[in-house]
C-alpha cells in the first residue's frame, strides 16, 4: 500500500525553466511534508519542507505547493540548473499524537535531468 | 554544522561474517534513525532510537540488532547476512522524534554488498 506516490519516474527540463515534480498521497492523517534530493551513493538531503496548515513554502529558487483537498504536493525549481539533476523524494509524516515517534514515509522518487 | 557521518562508505562481507556500521551526529539530535534502500527505491525504515531507547523496529529481522551507545552514536550491528540484504544502509537524525515537523537530516550511507 503505497501512501505517497510520485507518478513520474523522470522528467527533463532545459536549464533555466520550470521545473515541477509533483507528489500525491492517501492519508489524510499526513501533518507535514519533505522533500528530499539525493546523487547517487549519496544521502538524501533535505530541501523544504510544509506543514499542513499552509498551502506554500518557498526557499529561494524552490516553492512547494500543497493542495489538501486534493492530497497533492508539488516542487517547483526555477530557474533549474544542471547540479539540480538529482532524484527527488517527497515524503510525509504523520503526528501519532500522544509523543509517539513519527515516520517519514517516502515516495517513489522522480530523477530530474536538467539538460544544458 | 548539519552532518551525519557514516562509516565505513562501504564494506563487502560474507554470509558467515559479523560486521558493525557506525553513525554520528553532534547536532545535540535526540532521534536517530536507521534506513535501508535498494536502488531505483525509496528509503525504508528499519529503526527508530529516541532518547537512546530502541522506540521503532520495523520487524527487521534478527541478523541486524542496533544498538545507541550514546546521543551521538547509533551502531547497526551486521551477523549471518543474506545476499538480498544488500543495499545502502541511511542512518539519519532528528531534533526529537515526537513531532512530525523535526526534519530528519541524512548520512551519505554505507553501501553494503553481501556475498
Known amino acids: 500500500d503505497q501512501q505517497v506516490k510520485q507518478n513520474s519516474p523522470s522528467l527533463s527540463v532545459q536549464e533555466g525553466r520550470i521545473s515541477i515534480l509533483n507528489c500525491d498521497y492517501t492519508n489524510s492523517m499526513f501533518d507535514y511534508f519533505l522533500w528530499y534530493k539525493k546523487y547517487p551513493a549519496e544521502g538524501p538531503t533535505f530541501l523544504i519542507s510544509?506543514?499542513?496548515?499552509?498551502d506554500k513554502n518557498e526557499d529561494g529558487r524552490f516553492t512547494v505547493f500543497l493542495n489538501k483537498s486534493a492530497k497533492h504536493l508539488s516542487l517547483h525549481i526555477v530557474p533549474s540548473q544542471p547540479g539540480d539533476s538529482a532524484v527527488y523524494f517527497c515524503?510525509?509524516?504523520?503526528?501519532?499524537?500522544?509523543?509517539?515517534?513519527?515516520?517519514?514515509?517516502f515516495g517513489t522518487g522522480t530523477l530530474l535531468a536538467v539538460q544544458p | 554544522d548539519t552532518e551525519v557521518t557514516q562509516t565505513p562508505k562501504h564494506l563487502v562481507m560474507g554470509m558467515t561474517n559479523k560486521k558493525s556500521l557506525k553513525c554520528e551526529q553532534h547536532?545535540?539530535?535526540?532521534?536517530m534513525y536507521w534506513y535501508k534502500q535498494k536502488a531505483k527505491k525509496p528509503p525504508e525504515l528499519m529503526f527508530v532510537y529516541s532518547y537512546e531507547k530502541l522506540s521503532i523496529n520495523e520487524s527487521v529481522p534478527s541478523r541486524f540488532s542496533p544498538e545507541c551507545p550514546n546521543s551521538s552514536l547509533l551502531n547497526l550491528h551486521l551477523h549471518a547476512l543474506q545476499p538480498e540484504d544488500s543495499a545502502l544502509y541511511l542512518c539519519?537524525?532528528?531534533?526529537?522524534?515526537?513531532?512530525?515537523?523535526?526534519?530528519?537530516?541524512f548520512g551519505p550511507g554505507t553501501r553494503l554488498t553481501v556475498t
Open positions: 547536532m545535540g539530535h535526540r532521534a
Open positions: 515524503a510525509a509524516n504523520s503526528d501519532r499524537g500522544g509523543g509517539a515517534t513519527n515516520k517519514l514515509i
Open positions: 510544509i506543514s499542513s496548515i499552509k
Open positions: 539519519a537524525s532528528s531534533e526529537r522524534a515526537g513531532r512530525s515537523s523535526y526534519e530528519q537530516y
